[in-house]
């Protein structure tokens, strides 16, 4: 079983602050808070940073993405190492195990998984592989993959528990496919944790806001009446897909939603997208549960996006997802490779923070 320490809520001070100084170890109980301490895991235990009655989100990370690096590429661990470095203190951390065969077969097919774990383990130290033009798979890919996708899972069950989650993991996932990895991504780890989910939940929705279409998730849920898939991308664009003639098919026809936007595209055009189409679409859905796909690459200074939003927007955007759900959302990170990319992250965790 995961564990996490759920940050100090004991409500000790005056205004729901304790300000106890907890110690800075880890599996040990912090004196004021022992009633909601769950176990290990858990790093960073702060002084009381959340007001109570709120659930601060929880971060979900994955050590091993340092394993699936390529020097130079733009989709290497330095994202990560942007990321940490302005994380503040006393964030609340989880660490996931890897995700297990059972959860990657819902969505990928067997025959694609051994070829990813073949081509990683081929790959001699320093070595790469690659699995198109820009998606390398060096020695470490298989295991980082794994732990990406199972961090989504826990984002997902923390999100299921009431409480708001982000993981902030790589390699990213919604190009994945069923059979194919491409677009830098192996494993399709918000498809991993949606396909999860269902075993628990009867309907989940997938809200990806990231630049490009995630043609891999589209493909998984396509006739899928149980997973409402929405996205909002640049058009023309990689990988050439999400026309708004796409819909889904079969049970799962009218369960796609895709809003093509033209390059340039900022915070006016993104705001009425949610409002008049992702939004209606997704309350009429009446999710159990709403994943975010959160690729930050329509921020203006992304070099590969060619969008127009600026960090406060992606804070926006959480709020209109959060005011209208049942649940707080669970968030996995797509792409994001400009140097506000952090500064967005936090405006989401400023906003999933002040969840009630
Ligand atoms: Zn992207």
Request: aromatic content about 8%; charged content about 20%; proline content about 8%.
């Amino acid at each position: 079983m995961l564990a996490v320490f759920h940050g100090c809520i004991c409500g000790a001070g005056k205004d729901g602050r304790c300000g106890a100084a907890l110690p800075d170890t880890t599996r040990s109980v912090p004196p004021l808070c022992a009633g909601i301490w769950k176990g290990a895991d858990i790093f960073i235990p702060p002084p009381c940073i959340f007001p109570y009655g709120m659930s601060p989100c929880i971060l979900v990370l994955n050590d091993q993405s340092i394993c699936h690096d390529l020097k130079g590429h733009p989709e290497s661990e330095q994202r990560m190492e942007q990321i940490r470095s302005i994380l503040p203190g006393g964030r609340i951390g989880l660490k996931a195990p890897p995700v297990s065969m059972d959860d990657l077969l819902r969505v990928h097919m067997p025959e694609y998984l051994s070829r990813l774990e073949d081509l990683s383990g081929r790959c001699r130290p320093g070595g790469v592989a690659f699995l198109d033009s820009d998606t390398y798979v060096v020695s470490g890919s298989w295991d980082a993959a794994r732990y990406a996708a199972g961090a989504a899972i826990a984002a997902a069950e923390e999100a299921l528990s009431g409480r708001p989650a982000f993981a902030v993991v790589r390699p990213p996932g919604h190009h994945a496919g069923p059979v194919y990895g491409m677009g830098f991504c192996l494993l399709n780890n918000v498809a991993v944790a949606a396909a999860w989910s269902l075993t628990r939940v009867s309907q989940v929705a997938i809200i990806d806001w990231d630049v490009h279409h995630g043609n891999g998730t589209q493909a998984m849920f396509y006739d899928s009446d149980r997973v409402l898939y929405c996205s909002v991308h640049r058009s023309p664009f990689y990988p050439g897909t999400g026309r708004r003639e796409e819909t889904g098919s079969g049970a799962g026809e009218g369960c796609t939603v895709n809003v093509p936007l033209p390059a340039g595209s900022g915070s006016d055009a993104y705001l009425q997208v949610f409002q008049e189409e992702i939004l209606p679409a997704v309350c009429s859905f009446d999710p159990d549960l709403i994943l975010i796909s959160a690729g930050q690459d329509p921020l203006a200074d992304d070099p590969l996006g060619g969008m127009n939003l600026e960090p406060g927007d992606f804070g926006l955007l959480t709020e209109l997802v959060c005011s209208g759900a049942r649940k707080p959302p669970a968030l996995v990170l797509e792409g994001g490779y400009g140097p506000s990319h952090g500064d967005a992250i936090m405006e989401i965790l400023r906003v999933l923070d002040q969840w009630v």
